[in-house]
């Protein structure tokens, strides 16, 4: 099945190539960004401020292709691509939760940017970890257990233009 | 910009029509389900069974077109469909965390399924919320502040087909 989708908006953000970007949200608290939704679809952001934290689905435009298998950033060793977050993905697809600080009409000012700028936006949903947080339970991380804390100062490379 | 997405995958539930389905994950708790990767992309796969949960990108392929205000499913009041989850939204992309219990080749086997049977899946990526939890700070929910207990019981009606 062929699936098309169109843009709603694009995020901005201090991020103008991919080379030295956060590789993970926990590298970019308090990196401030917008999102200016598309004036068509502005009346679905109603009542969208009373949430402090927002789920983005975006499109990695700079990501042509993908690799079945890939090193990610924070390790040294080849994984499977749904075992990682590598942006060279089928789909090219990203999620991220972002702070939301505040709503003017069609512009979102956000903090907790881990995005490209320019980058569109797929969807918006609101953040609310109490809808599944409850039904996860022995959480293991697989190759990030000892590795996520590196993701804190870690930047991107060239690797997966 | 249009973006044309593939499916890699489908979703299988016990879920064979909208009526009746659990509206969030914390509604369908225990809840059995099989992911078949293409066998294309089954060599993405590999070291996925070191996580105990994943987050899937779907295709709501029963939903057509959207709505800019919806009333949810879990309130009496229209919200704007970026501040829901409401399926019938620009793009009809849907987000989950599910629990992975066994891989089997290029079939995944899962628990916390709240989507329905044939779903087409976007993306597999892993659920480590190490990389953004800290990220979040004096989280508010809006509008489901003193109704997301209430998506344990709640089923989901005909509204958005």
Same sequence: chains 1, 2.
């Avoid at 881990?114 to 996860?136: A, C, F, H, R």
């Avoid at 990030?144 to 060239?158: C, L, P, Q, S, Y």
């Amino acid at each position: 099945m062929i699936i098309n989708l169109s843009e709603i908006g694009r995020i901005y953000s201090p991020f103008k190539k991919i080379e030295g970007m956060p590789v993970q949200p926990i590298g970019a608290e308090e990196v401030k960004g917008e999102i200016h939704v598309s004036k068509e679809y502005e009346k679905g952001l109603k009542d969208i401020d009373g949430f402090s934290h927002l789920t983005l689905i975006y499109y990695l435009h700079k990501c042509e292709g993908h690799n079945l298998e890939v090193t990610p950033f924070l390790d040294n060793s080849a994984h499977g691509v749904f075992a990682t977050r590598s942006p060279k993905r089928p789909n090219n697809l990203g999620i991220s939760v972002v702070q939301l600080d505040k709503v003017e009409g069609n512009i979102l000012h956000i903090s907790n940017v881990d995005v490209l700028d320019g980058t569109p936006v797929i969807d918006i949903k609101p953040y609310v970890p109490q809808l599944y947080e409850k039904t996860v339970k022995n959480l293991k991380v697989g190759w990030f257990e000892n590795k996520h804390g590196d993701a804190v100062n870690k930047k991107a490379d060239k690797r997966f233009l």
